[in-house]
């Protein structure tokens, strides 16, 4: 968890780059570069340090940005002279901050072009791959490999129709190591989700739930949470009946094998009052 200062600090410059991002001429260069340099802060300590420095003015520190990118991009520029004359809770955030500015990026652009939703529903079906494919994840999550070699992977296996936004997202997932791949891609996704304004549910099952069942329960979750809410269904073929659903840290488990459990549960306490009486 990032300190508070770090988060409040991020909220700050996502609201100032608004604009600076929408007239971007290329968000996703800009989202690419703003990621690169995040790798660079996290693993280049000198790096860290001359962005760290507060004698250094914001514009110099446009202008360091710009002389580390090896494409011109004013957009991530200027967004890393905000991020580095920003507070943070510690100096290393500053990588983690460059990092989610990359992913606002992206979520902008998708926005103003009227895509969003199209690069969340690519995101699930290559996450849905990875989950189904085993060794795919683990290839995209192998930390002996290096960050490009498990980047370029990625590129390999991405569908060509896929939105340029839900390239970099998948591509940056695979870059940024630590735990699964499946898990990173997943989280992305539920940030897409937040900043569209809804909800995230997942809901598990062993057959593809009905449009009733599906609608039911998005109405049931929405008045629950007040807000839309979005369904994502993830086939399990050990669930034998029923679904359960996520709610964030929250899990309803309408599966079969719970309902028999409860009512094994059920069963075993009435015999044992039967016996004591």
């Known amino acids: 968890m990032k300190g508070q200062t770090s988060r409040l600090s991020l909220e700050s410059v996502k ?19 703003l990621f690169f340099l995040s790798s ?24 360091l940005a710009s002389c580390l990118l090896s494409s011109p991009s004013a957009a991530a520029s ?3 002279a905000l991020l580095s004359s920003s507070l943070w809770s510690q100096r290393e955030d500053l990588a983690w901050g460059a990092n989610e500015m990359g992913k606002e990026c992206l979520m902008e652009a998708a926005k103003k ?45 991405l569908p060509e129709e896929f939105e340029p936004e839900s390239r970099a997202f998948a591509e940056r997932c695979a ?23 809804e909800a995230g549910i997942e809901v598990r099952s062993a057959s593809p739930l009905t449009a009733r069942q599906a ?27 029923g679904f359960k659903v996520r709610c964030g840290a929250e899990v309803t488990d309408m599966s079969a ?3 028999l459990k409860a009512l094994c549960g059920a069963m075993r306490k009435e015999m044992a009052f039967s016996i004591k009486v």
């Open 257 to 259: 094998q719970a309902q």
């Open 15 to 33: 609201k100032r780059s608004e604009a600076e991002i929408l007239k971007s001429p290329d968000p996703v260069s800009s989202a690419r570069a």
């Open 215 to 241: 609608s039911d329960l998005k109405e049931a979750y929405a008045k629950k949470l007040g807000k839309p809410v979005h369904l994502r269904q993830i086939l399990d073929p050990g669930l034998v009946g």
């Open 113 to 157: 072009e009227g895509k969003l939703e199209k690069v969340r529903e690519e995101l699930e079906a290559f996450h849905s791959l990875a989950l189904s494919f085993p060794l795919l994840d683990r290839s995209l999550s192998d930390r002996l490999a290096r960050p490009p070699k498990r980047s370029s992977l990625c590129r390999e296996l």
């Open 175 to 197: 870059e940024e190591g630590g735990g699964r791949y499946s898990g990173r891609l997943l989280k992305v996704i539920g940030g897409i989700t937040s900043f569209m304004g």
């Open 40 to 63: 660079l802060l996290s693993s280049r300590r000198k790096v860290l340090e001359a962005f760290s420095d507060s004698s250094h003015t914001p514009e110099e520190k446009a202008q």
């Open 78 to 80: 200027k967004i890393m």
